[in-house]
C-alpha cells in the first residue's frame, strides 16, 4: 500500500464550479500536511499548509481529519487558471508525495 | 532571485554512462534534495543534505550519489546510468521551516 493515496483523475468541471480532492496517508504519525500545485511538466509549488483546525486561503480550503488519515481540498469558484495536477504531501521527517490529482476546468 | 537553478534541462545517455546534474539556490537555504518523478507516482526522495556537509539517503538512493559542494550548490551523479534511472529529476531546497520545499525547473533524462 502506498504511503499517500490520491485519486488521480483526471476531474473536469466547467468554469465556477466547487471541486473536492482527498487524499489517505498510512501512517499515523505523520506530522504535517501540505498541498502542492504542479503544472504541466513544471516544478511542484506549496499552495498551502494543512493545520488540524482546518484553514482557507482564498478560495482554497483545506481540512485535516486524522482519526481517518486523510487530507482533503476544496476549490470555490474554479478558475481556468485552477488546472493543474495537485499533490498532496505527508511529513513524517521525511516528505512523502502522492502521485497528484489532475483537475483541468473547462470554460 | 533566481531560486533553485538546476542544469542541464535535458539529457539523453546510454547505459553504463555517467553524469552529474548541478544544482545551486540562492535562497540562503541549509536544507537541499534530490527527487525523482516517475508516472503515476509521487516525488521519491533520492538524498538530501540537512545542511552544508552533511548528506543522507532517502527512499531510493541505489545508483546515485551526492555531493554537497557549498550551502548553495547540491548535485547528485549517476556513476553507470541504467534505463531504469529514466526520470524527472528536482532539486529542493527549504529554509527554517523545512516542510516548504522549493523546487528547481526539473531535468529531463532518458537512459537508452
Known amino acids: 500500500r502506498k504511503e499517500v493515496e490520491q485519486d488521480p483523475g483526471p476531474f473536469n468541471v466547467p468554469e465556477g464550479a466547487t471541486v473536492a480532492f482527498n487524499c489517505t496517508y498510512s501512517?499515523?504519525?505523520?506530522?504535517?500536511f501540505f498541498w502542492y500545485r504542479q503544472d504541466c511538466r513544471k516544478e511542484p509549488k506549496l499552495l498551502m499548509s494543512?493545520?488540524?483546525s482546518g484553514n482557507e486561503d482564498g478560495r482554497f480550503t483545506a481540512q485535516l481529519n486524522r482519526a481517518s488519515q486523510y487530507i482533503s481540498l476544496l476549490i470555490r469558484d474554479s478558475k481556468l487558471s485552477d488546472s493543474a495536477t495537485y499533490l498532496c504531501?505527508?511529513?513524517?521527517?521525511?516528505?512523502?508525495f502522492g502521485a497528484g490529482t489532475r483537475l483541468t476546468v473547462k470554460p | 532571485n533566481a531560486g533553485v537553478t538546476q542544469t542541464p534541462k535535458f539529457q539523453v545517455l546510454k547505459t553504463g554512462q555517467s553524469m552529474t546534474l548541478q544544482c545551486a539556490q540562492d535562497m540562503n537555504h541549509n536544507s537541499m534534495y534530490w527527487y525523482r518523478q516517475d508516472p503515476g507516482m509521487g516525488l521519491r526522495l533520492i538524498y538530501y543534505s540537512a545542511s552544508e556537509g552533511t548528506t543522507d539517503k532517502g527512499e531510493v538512493p541505489n545508483g546515485y550519489n551526492v555531493s554537497r559542494l557549498n550551502k548553495r550548490e547540491f548535485s547528485l551523479r549517476l556513476e553507470s546510468a541504467a534505463p531504469s534511472q529514466t526520470s524527472v529529476y528536482f532539486c529542493a531546497s527549504s529554509g527554517l521551516r523545512r516542510q516548504e520545499q522549493y523546487f528547481g525547473p526539473g531535468t529531463r533524462l532518458t537512459v537508452t
Open positions: 504531501v505527508v511529513n513524517n521527517n521525511d516528505m512523502r
Open positions: 501512517n499515523s504519525a505523520s506530522q504535517s
Open positions: 494543512v493545520y488540524s
